[in-house]
């Protein structure tokens, strides 16, 4: 790393600011490490978060600056060679102390705070991402409104809104702000914009997930709105102070605005329409998707109608629609506490599953002497629970189960 | 039966204006018989259509004039005493002969032609209806627009219809006409009425099916467009000539639309819309099923959403997508004939198959000595055939089959 990583002091000064006062000194150096991760990589780089998840933020970091992953810890993160020294190649280029400082600099002056994995405040929901879970989040707002107290719901569309999309949008922002539910969506013109809007104007409160830096209001002539969106709820970004809002970073963040939605409603969606990334991300985590559906013969729907044909969504039509969809997820979780913890099956397969090495599905079998059918069922209501992970490597238990 | 029965020479100048001609003595008698049954019976009368079916309309129309159905009969027709016995009740207060010759007179002189289970022209697809299938139909136009050469939609909707509404069914009408798809419809105001005159305007063929009898133009505003139908296409119905369109006859005639469409398409329709009885019927004979969204802020289109959330219909948006459903079913029907016939399997489901009395599933498992999953699969390949008929007491073979 281009200069020398900060003493223990130093890292405890930069970082009190954005954690709100005094860090435990153990905290510091992973927290600083985290700080550093962020900087190093885009969003959703699934090599840094098994070497991260698998080594720790330190020990992960100390192998990147040494640019050495010993066998060992290659088995632990469940990262190949090759998969390193690409990792290396990306990453090395932004191997400078001096960035994370200044990420932590820019963010105390912008008063923005800093979250990471292990805060009470931390939204469990985006650890469904596994692998690709934000190492960090910077808040502009309120931290508790973060900490998915209340149900959330990503209420999304597209910028090129029609004023149908925009009245569906107004009418279901302020009739879940009513219901306490808390919208999620991406700041952007149009749907979303509206969304925020119609819930702040109801007295509810909403998160903004954005592509760039909290510091750095985008769209620009949302500058005012996402202050007023700060001053209630959150904006939220796992892109440190200063980063520009790429197209990357927009497909990545739209993937933070499904994990933080128990459901994702699209609103209105043109054909190729951003908000069906969105769409595609809350599948993939197994949320509950909906779709409102309009005229056909209006091109702002048809991306909404592609996801009733060909991605299942649920036709949503009013609140109470959306209200289902929430229900189907809460109550799977709340089914789960209430059954009393996990069963004897359940027992096994997570004895099965390594906190540290992702695993396929039919290692999970062979290791929990259950039939395949039986571990796929049993590991789909372990990750409804947040206790087991699944990445396209496989599944692993996460570090504070059991 | 009040009135004598008359003699085979009168019932063969009775029957030769509305069957275009000399009809083979042997037919005559049976003929005159679902006629007299036609006259007898509401639509759909489920205990009639098995007594015809187990017994032949001439046997089963004699055991109601003498009131009396014996035990081997009963067991032939799979019905029971007290279904025969409320028949009876139902049946009885028509029971005039008058009332068939009055029936095939006003046919005559409206140059209306009837149609019989085994004629050429005869839809096969409502034999899916099973015991609730069509005795006889009346027809005023093309005899062989009905006999299914082409594909066709059933394309139907609220009466209440919108702007947009109608646009759509104009432009699925016309759109199916050009790629030689059939539409049936109800001839209503909003939905249907537009839906037959833009295919018509295409230059297409349509079937209109009527509550009532066909020789009552229904409703009084569409007795051009009703002639114009009957021009190029066909205007039917099961209820005799002069009978009125009750509420219970409407209910019915939607059947009618579901089986004959090999898809149904609802355009748009209110919560409660009479569309979603026909959906309802499409449903029910396994036949593919469309809706088309519209605003979620309109009341006309809120049936359909009801479709698409409920009855898990298929978003529709497009001729494309009507397309597509309809494929679904008739590259079914193909595969079944690409492949040769029926499977060594298929013959012993076959084989233990009764034409007269329906069987349960368990009892036709039993015979074939095939488990009762296997058989159910079968079971589904043959009705989609036409092959095997389902009924709610179980299954029975076609009569023409092996």
């Known amino acids: 790393m281009k200069h020398e990583f900060p003493n223990g002091r130093e890292i405890l000064a930069r970082l009190a600011p954005v954690r709100g006062g005094g860090v435990p000194d153990p905290d510091a150096r992973r927290i600083f490490a985290l700080v550093a991760w962020s900087v190093l990589v885009e969003p959703g780089d699934g090599v840094a978060g098994r070497l991260v998840a698998g080594l720790g933020p330190e020990e992960a970091l100390q192998c990147v600056v040494a640019r050495r992953l010993d066998a060992s ?6 990262v190949t060679p090759a998969e390193f020294t690409a990792g290396i190649a990306r990453w090395s280029p932004r191997l400078d ?7 932590l600099d820019t963010a105390a002056r912008a008063r923005i705070r800093l979250l990471v994995p292990g805060d ?11 692998a690709h879970a934000p190492l960090c989040l910077w808040v502009r707002g309120n931290l508790t409104a973060l900490a998915g107290a209340e149900p959330a719901v990503a209420l999304v569309g597209a910028r090129a809104a029609t004023g149908y999309g925009e009245h569906v949008a107004m009418e279901f922002g302020a009739e879940l702000a009513g219901r306490g539910v808390t919208v999620v969506s991406g700041a952007a013109y149009g749907i979303d914009g509206m969304a925020h809007r119609a819930t702040l104007a109801a ?16 769209p620009a002539g949302h500058a005012n709105l996402l202050e007023r969106i700060a001053s209630s709820g ?8 200063g980063g520009a809002p790429t ?6 963040r739209n993937r933070l605005i499904a994990a933080l939605g128990s459901a994702t409603v699209v609103v209105e969606a043109g054909w190729r329409s951003g908000s069906l990334n969105t769409a595609g991300h809350a599948a993939t985590l197994g949320r509950p998707l909906g779709a409102v559906p309009g005229p056909v013969t209006s091109a702002a729907s048809a991306g909404c109608h592609r996801l009733l044909r060909e991605f299942d969504a649920r036709c ?3 609140v109470d629609d959306v209200m289902e969809l929430l229900g189907a997820t809460l109550s799977g979780r709340l089914d789960a506490r209430e059954a009393g ?22 290692d999970v079998a062979r290791r929990s002497g259950l039939g395949i059918a039986e571990v796929e069922g049993i590991l789909g209501v372990l990750s409804l629970d947040g206790t087991a992970l699944r990445d396209e490597r496989g599944w692993r238990r996460t570090a504070t189960t059991m």
């Open 97 to 103: 102390v001096r960035e994370v400082a200044t990420a």
């Open 316 to 318: 949503v039509t009013s």
């Open 234 to 241: 959150a904006v939220v970004s796992e892109v440190p102070c």
């Open 341 to 362: 913890g996990p069963t004897s099956d359940d027992t096994r397969v997570l004895d099965a599953l390594s906190v540290r090495a992702w695993r396929e599905t039919a």
């Open 203 to 218: 007295g509810g409160r909403t998160l903004a997930l954005l592509a760039g830096g909290v510091d750095r209001p985008y």
């Open 73 to 78: 810890a290659a088995d632990a993160a469940g």
């Open 120 to 130: 009470p405040e931390w939204p469990a929901l985006v650890d469904d991402l596994g």
């Open 247 to 252: 197209k990357w970073r927009f497909l990545m």
